[in-house]
């Protein structure tokens, strides 16, 4: 109990410090290794070895990987920094938020999301999905968020992603099996949501967003959403956050061709949005937006291909971290709960 109650006190007093830091600081020293300590640090170890030699054998060749992207009729979205974190509190709050009730700590107090009503809240056990619809007036927003695994190093270690056939109306259209099945075990509730709340509210806009796994699963989701409500398209916006690759090149051109603000957040050398891998035949989609360690200003990367190599994709192997995961400006205070993995939920 005692060591319990100090990692919580640990976990509260930099959940407040990273909070309550201007967006341009809010991350953690590269020297800082307390939030790693809160991993199974061998296992980690052993993770992002085997993910970094794997890269590295395939570095020589990686040219060879890119997709090509008909950026013809792209239009390259840009956002701001607030929206960034914004959004990233959202996909935080699925971590915690666990009913129809607007409670979980910092990010539900945040001044950009306080106001937020929640209209529908899923906990589906089997295939796990989680997450909420909600709505905020002030903003005149619609907020679809999912939330991760709460187990980065157990999901990390299997990588043996399975693509599937989908969407049927997308030829050739693969994506990983996992993903699409955490969002059609809730997809119906979400729907039938989105449609009360666009009737209800037909000048607000819909903002689907996730971290980690969440933001493949919002991925999913964004997808369906689009073929399935193609009039809902001029309101959609698409943030994520250490998502890891959804699907295949077909997947990942068609989605990126739809001409909504799509925001593939990255922070540094985060390991997560490298699996699963090129090779494997799997290709993120644009725009990725690079928190970089060189710039207080996240860059944006896309336009002129599937996954810009000058950004993310341009570091060695040896500079992915998985500490990093943990560390996107907003996500930060319900992630280090996350990361703690064996304390219960305390708001």
Not at 63 to 83: G, I, Q, R
Not at 203 to 216: F, P
Not at 327 to 339: E, V
């Amino acid at each position: 109990m005692a060591i319990k109650a100090l990692l919580l006190a640990a976990a509260t007093l930099a959940a407040t410090f990273v909070s309550g830091t201007p967006v341009d600081t809010q991350f953690f020293s590269p020297d800082d290794a307390a939030p790693y300590a809160l991993f199974d640090s061998p296992k980690a170890d052993s993770l992002l070895s085997t993910l970094q030699q794997e890269l590295a054998s395939h570095n020589a060749s990686s040219a060879l990987l890119a997709s090509p992207f008909d950026n013809s009729s792209y239009k390259v979205s840009t956002t701001t920094k607030d929206n960034l974190v914004k959004y990233a509190r959202y996909a935080g709050a699925a971590y915690k938020v666990s009913s129809k009730r607007w409670t979980c700590l910092v990010n539900c107090w945040a001044p950009e999301t306080l106001g937020t009503e929640v209209d529908y809240h899923w906990d589906v056990f089997s295939p796990a999905a989680y997450g909420f619809v909600a709505h905020r007036s002030s903003s005149k927003e619609i907020i679809v968020s999912f939330r991760g695994s709460t187990v980065l190093m157990d999901w990390i270690q299997d990588f043996s992603f399975l693509p599937v056939a989908w969407p049927k109306s997308i030829e050739g259209s693969k994506v990983h099996n996992g993903f699409l099945s955490g969002y059609t075990s809730a997809a119906d509730g979400i729907k039938k949501t989105l449609q009360d709340l666009t009737a209800k509210y037909p000048d607000y806009k819909i903002v689907v967003t996730g971290h980690s796994l969440g933001g493949a699963v919002a991925t999913v989701a964004t997808t369906d959403l689009l073929i399935s409500h193609p009039e809902w398209k001029s309101k959609m916006e698409l943030y994520t956050y250490g998502e890891p690759r959804v699907g295949n090149p077909v997947f990942a051109n068609w989605l990126s061709s739809q001409n909504i603000p799509i925001f593939r957040v990255v922070n540094r050398g985060d390991m997560v949005p490298q699996v699963p891998t090129r090779w494997m035949g799997f290709e993120h989609h644009t725009q990725e937006v690079w928190y970089s360690s060189s710039s207080k200003d996240p860059v944006f990367c896309g336009g002129e291909s599937l996954e810009n190599d000058k950004c993310q994709n341009s570091l060695s192997p040896i500079q992915l971290s998985i500490i990093n995961h943990l560390q996107y400006p907003g996500l930060s205070p319900s992630l280090l709960y996350w990361a703690i993995g064996q304390v219960d939920s305390i708001i």
